[in-house]
């Protein structure tokens, strides 16, 4: 069963402008991670954020989690071509193994 | 070695057919997973080991899906008599620790005709 939802499924931007996807999930957490999926490719670790984490940084990537709503949000500032990809929530629900539970993703196109 | 290597890269296999499906994690890392993903869907879990201990197993689809880590180390993916639904690519990925990311291979994607 997948826990996460993703929103919107399919975002189509240009270069330059900003990405935003959001992410919505059903249980309490341990912490969220997101993941970028290259065509045929593995999943790639992004950015992890803890329960008792509200925003979090890296590179242009910016994350923020309400574990009120039980939501999270995944901006990519200044889009590149090279941004193309699928993007999956998933969440860490403190199972004390650390299982994650995917999303079906967004799948994100930048053209240049 | 650097990172998740899963071996092999792609799979035909006939219906009825048993496949064994190799993942070598990351020197190290104590934990390692097995994900399921169909085509245009997220990953779903299948099993997770801790070091050689299979502790949770939950996610197999069936009694033909086997996975093992003898030595803590390399993990086979054992499918046995292939069906149609089991198509997909079999991602394996190790974490250093429980609470740490993901480290994932490129996949085998498997193809049952």
């Known amino acids: 069963s997948q826990q996460g939802e993703e929103d919107p499924q399919a975002l189509s931007i240009q270069e330059g402008e900003n990405a935003t996807m959001n992410c919505s999930y059903k249980?309490?957490?341990?912490?969220l991670q997101w993941y970028r999926q290259n065509s045929g490719r593995g999943l790639v670790h992004l950015i992890l954020?803890?329960?008792?984490?509200r925003e979090k940084h890296s590179g242009r990537l910016r994350v923020t989690l309400d574990t009120s709503k039980k939501s999270s949000s995944l901006l990519i500032t200044a889009s590149r071509a090279a941004d193309t990809a699928s993007y999956f929530c998933a969440t860490d629900a403190n199972s004390g193994y650390s299982t994650l539970t995917f999303g079906k993703g967004t799948m994100l196109l930048v053209s240049p | 070695g650097a990172g998740v290597s899963q071996s092999p890269r792609y799979k035909v296999a006939k219906r009825g057919q048993d496949v064994a499906l190799r993942c070598d994690p990351i020197?190290?890392?104590?934990?390692l997973f097995w994900y399921q993903q169909a085509l245009g869907q997220g990953p779903e879990f299948l099993t997770y080991?801790?070091?050689?201990?299979?502790?949770?197993k939950s996610g197999l689809p069936s009694d033909r899906f086997f996975a093992e880590r003898p030595e803590g180390s390399v993990s086979t993916l054992k499918i046995q008599r292939t069906q149609q639904e089991d198509s997909a690519v079999y991602l394996c990925?190790?974490?250093?620790?429980?609470?740490?990311?993901?480290?994932f291979g490129s996949g085998t994607r498997l193809t049952v005709v």
């Open positions: 020197s190290g890392h104590v934990s």
């Open positions: 990925a190790s974490s250093l620790a429980p609470g740490h990311g993901y480290t």
């Open positions: 954020i803890r329960s008792n984490e």
């Open positions: 249980t309490s957490i341990n912490n």
């Open positions: 080991f801790q070091n050689e201990a299979q502790l949770d």
